[in-house]
């Protein structure tokens, strides 16, 4: 079974631009989440979606924000980038939401770099 | 104060050697553990999880809790260098089900 894929792996844009991240969850699960892992703050939690709909936010501005499709698709965007949004954003899926208590599978990220 | 706590290390020790490496949490309403493996340029891995407090093994890896002192702790018995990667506890917040990462360690195994 193929993993969770997150497109692209790489990205730089600058200050003041907008940025949009895909992933794809493993076949069959249909909560996917977001996350933002930086070396100063760790991993901390953007959303979860599941059936298309956001069922968790994190402590984010409203800058960031995602979606996702009735494949299960998802993506995130954020506009008006600054330079500490450069980190590396993954994304994880699991069968049921409320990902916590259950196994997440974690992409291999896009690592955004803001100049 | 975080609610999570885990130094960052680097912890370098030579293969073979036990690793103990732990996490501190502030919440004592917390029941739930995980441990997470993360390699370079990967995403985290769920390695193990707790319920409540005590022991549990799975091969070479071992997690410990102990809710009393509000600390749990990962050993890695005859360390590998394929073990080098960072480590990360993660609890789930009950309020809203979402995960509280530590900071993760990172474990080097010189061979």
């Known amino acids: 079974k193929a993993g969770v894929t997150q497109t692209p792996r790489y990205l730089i844009k600058t200050r003041g631009q907008q940025v949009t991240l895909s992933c794809s969850p493993i076949s069959g699960h249909r909560s996917v989440s977001w996350y933002q892992q930086t070396p100063g703050q760790g991993l901390q939690f953007l959303f979860e979606y599941f059936s298309e709909t956001q069922r968790n936010k994190g402590n984010f501005p409203g800058r960031f924000s995602g979606r996702q499709f009735s494949n299960s698709r998802s993506e995130m965007n954020v506009s008006t980038l600054e330079l500490g949004d450069s980190a590396l954003y993954l994304c994880?899926?699991?069968?049921?939401?409320?990902?916590?208590?259950?196994?997440?599978?974690f992409g291999p990220g896009t690592r955004l770099t803001v100049l | 104060q975080k609610e999570v706590e885990q130094d960052p290390g680097p912890l370098s020790v030579p293969e073979g050697a036990i690793v103990s490496l732990n996490c501190t949490y502030s919440?004592?309403?917390?029941?739930?553990f995980m441990w997470y493996r993360q390699y370079s340029r990967k995403g985290p891995e769920l390695l193990m999880y707790t319920y409540s407090s005590g022991n549990k093994e799975d091969g070479r890896f071992t997690a410990q809790v102990d809710k009393s002192s509000k600390y749990i702790s990962l050993f890695i018995r005859d360390s590998q260098p394929s073990d080098s990667a960072t480590y990360l506890c993660?609890?789930?917040?009950?309020?809203?089900?979402?995960?509280?990462w530590g900071a993760g360690t990172k474990l080097i195994i010189k061979p």
């Open positions: 993660a609890i789930p917040n009950p309020s809203n089900y979402q995960l509280i």
């Open positions: 994880a899926s699991s069968l049921e939401p409320g990902g916590s208590y259950n196994e997440q599978f």
């Open positions: 919440n004592s309403a917390f029941q739930y």
